[in-house]
């Protein structure tokens, strides 16, 4: 065939494929289509959403209403109205995991990111936002062609409070603040804003991170997809011992729930605006959270949260069955929607619903109030305007799935994400014109499954470690070294010596993949699984030179072992890290990319598994030989620091203007010495107290320098430390974080605003915000300064 015929093939054979794509379109049916059933008012777009969800539960019966409560909604035929599933996950990328979500259309694959403790190790808002963005515009696409719903349950923004737990990967961490600002910039991304393409509204949102502020002017009320803040509340144990996250019951306290566990949901619902938000199995304090009335108005009244509170998946069952909380069914069905829970996942309040409203222990009014959320949140995603396609966002479909850009982001996150913990004399990065031949150890090592971590999908072109290094060098080999992660045996370590021993460089992939942390599986040991400790030191051991070590997973490692080895030259976490991870680990290694990501939690030692997984105190309390957990608080031998990682070039700071002293005077009514009170020998206010608390805020300038040869990103960390006399006060306390980025032997400036009511305070025994008067310390590096409280 000539040039000329075959691309005319070509466009033929391009056309036969767009003219079946509009024909044997699924066309799913939507509400509200013409002719006959586009006239109801809910149909109305003229009219305000809570008139539409009013007049579409006034034409219900109470048996259709029953069938609305379970995330398979069913459909109502007479109002043309088509079932609709609720449960579809996007975690770090659309996932198969709900029944919302199916990659059996033209829709094959859709792009994943990093698994959210990668992306957060960036420690890079923008990143965040666009990821956000990203996940959103590929969600809503698929919508649109039949492949998944609107309705997503995701970010998962619990605390990473046990170094065990098994979805402590799913998380941004363990800092409250940290994963609040994570939480916004997702939620927001995801959800659209006020979309009018998606380049506009990131440089819309540029220019405010540009001004300092993300204050959200919009009404809010559209929604490009709903995003679910989760699992709501103190919920972080899967299975340890005989806990389960069934039946566990999390016992905690005042001080720890206002300053750790609930900061993350107040943020995603009072700055992210999530639509969604949902209760977790366990109990907190004796009370099963989809039956914690009390949070679940707060969040409503307090938090300015609209939207639908869902359970997660038979947590309404396991109220009765699991927390022997109710004694019947029906108890269990109406405390729950008495307390404000508003949807079921799964068919527990389908079955038992009437009964309990027969029973007189539900109202109609009861069910008509969750409706009325759930309607709503429908309506705002554009649910009840007729075929999506002809709407706002309906051009967007399978061209906007896995695109070039959406790939690229991928590669950047996991870029940004990779923490290098370990880099011996700068034996890192290789010269790529020296390295003649390079040998990658491990189980993981060339295997795509493992790469995101729990919650994936379909990755659109994921390429595994060992491929990634293939484009850099002519000789590269693999070797499994053990059959798989467990490396319960070591019958083909010599496989991999031999391998490794035959080459000039060596990395051996080390660490954990789903078998040993996921989703209702908690790991026991925080050691590397099986015998791979005895892989990578015999393979550092028997190498001509010393080795990399790249560890794998979510959660932390004791890999004590390797810090103290002179056979390992340099340790990188690349946790999950997305279908792109394998170019993004090539290029750290060979210094395309220098690496600027942060641990987002504690690298415990082994030792402390020995303390209790029930135990959620994150106070240390030295009576009992409790070392308190997180950054914040724990005050035993660490592996590896929150916040630890390193650079190929070199920073320093300098604090170019901050203050010494602020005045509370002019700032509460009433007189001084009444609101000051006493602890000892320590001065305190409560926050609340406090009439004026944004006209305290002030700027620490500062200015950063790369001192070294190469470019790179530097993440800033401020952190405060309030007088340390009173009991329960953090060791210290991030108060904010930027990355920027410095070439080499420039310096950049930025300015980081201090709050004092949010970041100078402390939480007392009572859950209360105090503010302590006297010296704050403000740690930037080696940097300090103080800042003295005074009235
Ligand atoms: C939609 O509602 C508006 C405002 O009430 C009303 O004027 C209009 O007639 C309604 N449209 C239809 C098709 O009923
Ligand atoms: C969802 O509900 C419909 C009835 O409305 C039923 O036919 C279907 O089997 C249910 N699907 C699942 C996954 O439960
Ligand atoms: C687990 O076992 C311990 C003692 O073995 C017991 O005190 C505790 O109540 C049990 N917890 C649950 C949730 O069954
Ligand atoms: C609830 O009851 C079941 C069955 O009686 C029992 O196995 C379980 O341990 C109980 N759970 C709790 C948390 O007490
Ligand atoms: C890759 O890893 C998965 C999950 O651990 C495992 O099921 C699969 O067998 C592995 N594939 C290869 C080729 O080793
Ligand atoms: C933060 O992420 C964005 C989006 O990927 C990127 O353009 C920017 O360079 C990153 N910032 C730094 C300082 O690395």
């Not at 033209?106 to 965040?128: D, E, G, I, M």
């Not at 099963?288 to 069952?317: H, M």
């Not at 695109?403 to 290789?430: C, D, S, W, Y």
């Not at 996921?518 to 099986?530: F, I, K, V």
Request: hydrophobic share 35%; with cysteine.
């Amino acid at each position: 065939m000539s040039l000329q015929l075959k691309s005319l093939f070509f466009i033929l054979q391009l056309l036969a494929l767009l003219i079946s794509i509009s024909s044997s379109d699924p066309n799913p049916q939507f509400p509200c289509q013409p002719p006959h059933f586009n006239s109801y008012p809910f149909c109305n777009t003229s009219l305000s959403i809570t008139d539409r969800a009013q007049s579409l539960i006034s034409l219900l019966t109470l048996e259709e209403k029953i069938h609305q409560l379970s995330n398979n909604a069913s459909g109502i035929p007479r109002l043309g109205i088509p079932p609709y599933e609720w449960w579809s996950e996007s975690l770090h990328g659309v996932a198969s995991n709900g029944p919302g979500v199916n990659f059996n259309g033209y829709v094959k694959a859709a792009t994943s990111f990093p698994q959210v403790l990668v992306t957060a190790a960036s420690f890079n808002r923008t990143l965040w936002f666009k990821i956000g963005l990203a996940i959103g515009i590929e969600a809503k696409a698929m919508y649109n062609v039949g492949q998944a719903g609107l309705t997503f349950w995701a970010p998962n923004i619990n605390i990473f409070r046990d170094p065990r737990w098994g979805r402590g990967q799913e998380t941004p961490g363990e800092d409250p603040m940290v994963v609040s600002a994570y939480a916004i910039q997702f939620v927001k991304g995801f959800q659209g804003g006020s979309w009018r393409g998606s380049g506009e509204l990131i440089d819309r949102f540029e220019r405010k991170r540009a001004l300092g502020g993300y204050n959200d002017d919009e009404s809010g009320d559209r929604l490009m997809n709903s995003a679910c803040c989760k699992h709501f509340i103190a919920y972080d144990l899967e299975k340890w011992k005989n806990f389960s996250r069934y039946s566990f019951n999390a016992v905690v306290t005042k001080q720890d729930m206002e300053d750790t566990y609930e900061p993350p949901f107040r943020s995603c619902i009072q700055q992210g605006k999530a639509s969604c938000l949902m209760c977790s199995y366990n109990a907190v304090n004796g009370v099963p959270a989809c039956a914690q009335g009390d949070l679940l108005q707060k969040a409503r009244n307090e938090w300015g949260f609209k939207g639908y509170i869902t359970s997660d998946c038979d947590a309404v069952a396991t109220v009765q069955e699991y927390q022997n909380y109710t004694r019947k069914a029906d108890d269990a069905v109406a405390l729950v929607l008495k307390a404000g829970m508003d949807i079921n996942c799964g068919s527990y309040l389908v079955r038992h619903t009437r009964t309990t409203i027969e029973e007189g222990k539900l109202q109609d009014k009861d069910i008509d109030r969750a409706l009325l959320n759930l309607f709503s949140v429908q309506l705002r995603l554009g649910l009840f305007d007729g075929d999506p396609r002809k709407g706002q966002f309906g051009e967007l479909g399978p061209q906007n799935i896995c695109t070039i850009e959406h790939k690229m982001l991928a590669l950047e996150a996991a870029r940004q994400g990779i923490v290098l913990l370990k880099n011996e004399e700068k034996f890192l990065p290789l010269n790529r014109n020296v390295v003649s031949s390079i040998a990658i150890i491990g189980p993981m090592a060339n295997n795509i499954s493992n790469m995101g971590g729990d919650y994936t999908g379909f990755p659109c072109d994921p390429k595994s470690f060992y491929e990634g290094l293939l484009g850099y060098v002519e000789k590269a080999s693999y070797a499994s070294g053990c059959s798989d992660v467990p490396c319960d045996s070591d019958a083909v370590f010599n496989d991999a010596i031999l391998t490794a021993k035959k080459a000039d460089f060596v990395v051996v992939v080390a660490g954990l993949d789903l078998s040993q942390e996921t989703e209702d599986h908690d790991r026991a040991s925080l050691l590397l699984p099986g015998k791979q400790m005895t892989l990578v030191s015999s393979v550092a051991a028997a190498s001509k030179r010393p080795i990399i070590l790249v560890l794998t997973g979510g959660g932390p490692l004791d890999v004590s072992f390797a810090e103290g080895d002179q056979n390992i030259a340099s340790i990188l976490w690349v946790g999950y890290p997305g279908e792109a991870g394998g170019k993004a680990l090539a290029e750290v290694i060979f210094g395309d990319f220098n690496p600027g990501g942060r641990l987002p939690m504690t690298w415990y030692p082994e030792s402390f598994t020995k303390i209790a997984m029930n135990d959620m105190n994150m106070r240390a309390n030295p009576f009992r030989g409790y070392p308190g957990r997180t950054y914040r608080f724990y005050t035993g031998n660490r592996v590896y620091g929150f916040g630890q990682g390193l650079s190929y070039t070199k920073f320093t700071y300098k604090l170019l203007s901050a203050p010494r002293t602020l005045s509370l005077s002019g700032s509460f009514t009433g007189t001084l010495t009444e609101k000051i009170l006493h602890q000892g020998e320590l001065d305190y206010i409560h926050v609340d107290e406090l009439t004026s608390c944004d006209s305290l805020s002030f700027y620490v300038h500062i200015s950063v320098a790369n001192v070294g040869d190469r470019d790179g990103s530097h993440v800033v960390m401020l952190f405060s430390r309030a007088p340390k006399i009173f009991e329960g006060t953090p060791e210290k306390q991030l108060i904010a974080f930027d990355r920027v980025h410095t070439s080499s032997y420039g310096s950049t400036e930025t300015s980081i605003i201090v709050i004092p009511c949010d970041h100078l305070s402390i939480v007392d025994k009572h859950g209360k915000r105090i503010l302590p008067l006297g010296e704050h310390l403000l740690t930037l590096g080696d940097l300090e300064h103080s800042v003295s409280i005074v009235t």
